[in-house]
């Protein structure tokens, strides 16, 4: 369960147990320059936006709106809010391993400068996702469209960064087998998830809903990894990672909020591991080429392969290569040939005789995948 700890509690930074489902209390800049350098999977940062309010908000019923007025909101001017934006965002790329990513969501008051700063400072964006509201507040004063939607950016820590995790895979099956897009629809934080105080108020203006986090965990993480939240607030991505077998390190400096962070937190049941597993994307699957079925036995040179109408029958050499009509090419090659088109995949267009019926060359390549795993651990 998670801790509260000072800054100058803190042991030595080798000691990952120390910081680890951890929230620091203190300024953000100072506690990421106690933690471990490249210690880090993912951030989710959620920085003041910078409102620039001037007066009360009013409703047409002369209500008052409860708009995002707390000091950690306020900077002087642009130039001081920039200032403090690179700075965060230089700790936290100190702690970012070269594999991980980061997302920082922001509104129209903010996520331009905070884009161009990451961009200067050597971040490679590599999405921007739009969070549209299904509950979005009104423009009360009628002098501008509604604002419906914040800015995601997500972005790697550099431009050559290799390896960090995107699971496709997850997000195409649950989007009904169809490419994740950009833009997400949820509803604002509202109901029982809200937190109140003991006299029914906000304990957070700002909080985020649970479902947003857990998508962006769910498509940027993998179950085991660590997640910084530098602006931990009332502890969404503490309660989302804990729920989903991730790990966190959030730092907050309001007491109130640690306060209500490590309640929700305490309260969370975490999923169980049948049900945190990740689909797995085909580019994280080992390469199999055709030639290793014939040397583990899994198929024999002579051995006929046929389409699934069996228009085409092509006969397997002892070197992988197929051979029809004179011809010898690979398997994705001949399978282009014979049905003339300029590419083809051959795992899937060629089949062998199991008994009675046909069965694809990438069940072969499956067995063969599991057998290399079986091997390896």
């Avoid at 642009?78 to 936290?92: G, I, K, Q, S, V």
């Avoid at 049905?339 to 063969?368: M, S």
Wanted: glycine share 8%; hydrophobic share 40%.
């Amino acid at each position: 369960m998670s801790a509260v700890r000072l800054l100058d509690d803190l042991l030595p930074s080798s000691e990952k147990s120390d910081w680890i489902d951890t929230i620091l209390k203190g300024d953000c800049v100072a506690a990421l320059e106690k933690l471990p350098e490249h210690s880090v999977d993912t951030i989710f940062a959620d920085p003041p936006y910078n409102l620039q309010l001037n007066g009360d908000l009013h409703r047409p019923d002369q209500s008052k709106v409860a708009a995002v007025d707390d000091h950690w909101d306020r900077f002087d001017d642009f130039a001081a809010y920039d200032a403090f934006t690179r700075a965060w965002l230089l700790a936290c790329r100190r702690v970012l391993k070269p594999t991980g990513t980061i997302w920082v969501i922001g509104s129209y008051h903010n996520i331009f400068r905070v884009g161009a700063a990451m961009q200067d400072l050597g971040f490679w964006i590599l999405n921007d996702v739009v969070w549209r509201k299904t509950n979005p507040m009104p423009n009360f004063r009628g002098r501008r469209f509604q604002n419906a939607h914040e800015t995601m950016i997500w972005a790697s820590r550099d431009s050559n960064a290799k390896g960090y995790t995107f699971n496709y895979e997850a997000m195409k099956a649950a989007n009904d087998d169809v490419q994740m897009r950009s833009d997400w629809l949820f509803p604002i934080c509202t109901g029982g998830e809200r937190l109140k105080d003991e006299n029914g108020d906000k304990v957070h203006p700002t909080q985020k809903p649970e479902a947003l986090l857990a998508r962006v965990m769910l498509s940027s993480t993998q179950p085991g990894d660590v997640v910084l939240d530098p602006f931990f607030g009332s502890g969404t991505t503490g309660a989302v990672a804990r729920r989903l077998g991730r790990h966190f390190v959030g730092i907050e400096r309001e007491q109130a909020y640690i306060d209500a962070a490590r309640a929700r937190i305490a309260a969370v049941e975490p999923l169980g591991e049948g049900e945190l597993r990740v689909i797995p994307g085909k580019r994280a699957e080992p390469r199999v080429a055709f030639v290793s079925l014939l040397e583990s036995g899994l198929i024999k040179s002579g051995t006929t392969l046929y389409d699934t109408r069996r228009r085409w029958a092509a006969q397997v050499r002892a070197d992988g290569t197929l051979f029809f009509d004179g011809q010898a090419a690979s398997i994705h090659r001949m399978g282009a040939k014979v049905q003339g088109l300029d590419a083809c995949n051959g795992w899937t267009f060629w089949h062998y005789e199991d008994g009675a019926k046909l069965t694809p060359i990438d069940e072969l390549r499956r067995v063969a995948r599991q057998q290399m795993a079986a091997a390896g651990g």
